[in-house]
């Protein structure tokens, strides 16, 4: 079973987690490539629907990283704040949406994004990165968590950004399945599979190991990088269509 993503203000909208694609140069300069016009026409599409096209939001992976941001902001600082079920807009450009993982509180104020893979590949490769740089150049996903931070932190006015990469220990795996139980019981269903898991059938770290379980890439959110999403998101919303869906009333007849 899946579910439908009903955030009616990510609807039509460009928002952090998917704004990558806006970077992709044409064959011209200062050209749109076929991935941002590809997003631009799936947005139009949702604003002609009045509904988002996409259903894949109770699928494994991101029903399992919406599970495990909990158990690793656990491990973070008092200094950080768990705000991933807000929606922030843009102060100036409406159709600019995004929906941080938190903030830190520090000087210039920091903007986090938390990601829990599914695979022990995709942990590795991010783990074994000691700079963003180095996550945009060996990770397959790595452009679109760059321009996700840096739009995020455009969105809230923030100085720098800082990718939490975590997989947990075995030995947590446990206290992972208890807060699956824990869900509202509308929204279990998509926790079942891991209630009733065994531990090979989740993603995990032998305890001891190589590797930590948590891991924390910060950097610098540069103006250039603000000044060239922002012109990026400018020139695509020219692109947006604006559609005005009428409320319909529906007058029932009486049955004879």
């Given amino acids: 079973m899946k579910t439908i993503n009903t955030n009616t203000e990510r609807i039509g909208n460009f928002t952090s987690s998917e704004i990558?694609?806006?970077?992709?140069?044409?064959?011209?300069?200062?050209?749109?490539?076929?991935?941002?016009?590809?997003?631009?026409?799936?947005?139009?599409?949702?604003?002609?629907?009045?509904?988002?096209?996409?259903?894949?939001?109770?699928?494994?992976?991101?029903?399992?990283?919406?599970?495990?941001e909990w158990t690793a902001f656990s491990k973070l600082g008092i200094e950080y704040s768990l705000t991933s079920q807000e929606t922030d807009s843009h102060p100036e450009i409406d159709c600019w949406k995004g929906s941080k993982d938190g903030i830190k509180e520090d000087e210039g104020k920091t903007v986090i994004d938390i990601k829990c893979?599914?695979?022990?590949?995709?942990?590795?490769?991010?783990?074994?990165?000691?700079?963003?740089?180095?996550?945009?150049?060996?990770?397959?996903?790595?452009?679109?968590?760059?321009?996700?931070?840096?739009?995020?932190?455009?969105?809230?006015?923030?100085?720098?950004?800082?990718?939490?990469?975590?997989?947990?220990?075995?030995?947590?795996?446990?206290?992972?399945?208890?807060?699956?139980?824990?869900?509202?019981?509308?929204?279990?269903y998509k926790y079942y599979w891991v209630v009733n898991s065994h531990d090979e059938e989740l993603p995990h770290l032998i305890d001891g190991g190589y590797y930590k379980n948590l891991y924390v890439i910060r950097f610098e959110v540069t103006d250039l990088a603000k000044l060239e999403l922002t012109n990026r998101v400018k020139l695509a919303k020219s692109m947006l269509n604006e559609f005005h869906v009428p409320e319909v009333n529906i007058e029932l007849q009486p049955v004879h």
């Fill in 20 to 68: 990558y694609s806006l970077m992709a140069n044409g064959k011209a300069a200062n050209s749109l490539g076929k991935p941002a016009l590809t997003y631009i026409d799936e947005c139009n599409m949702e604003r002609r629907l009045n509904r988002s096209i996409t259903d894949d939001v109770s699928a494994r992976p991101l029903t399992w990283g919406k599970l495990n």
């Fill in 117 to 188: 893979p599914f695979t022990l590949k995709s942990f590795c490769t991010m783990a074994d990165c000691s700079t963003i740089d180095d996550v945009r150049d060996n990770h397959k996903d790595g452009e679109k968590y760059y321009w996700q931070l840096v739009s995020n932190a455009i969105i809230n006015d923030c100085k720098h950004a800082e990718l939490i990469i975590y997989m947990p220990y075995k030995s947590e795996l446990q206290e992972i399945r208890d807060l699956a139980g824990q869900a509202p019981e509308d929204q279990l």
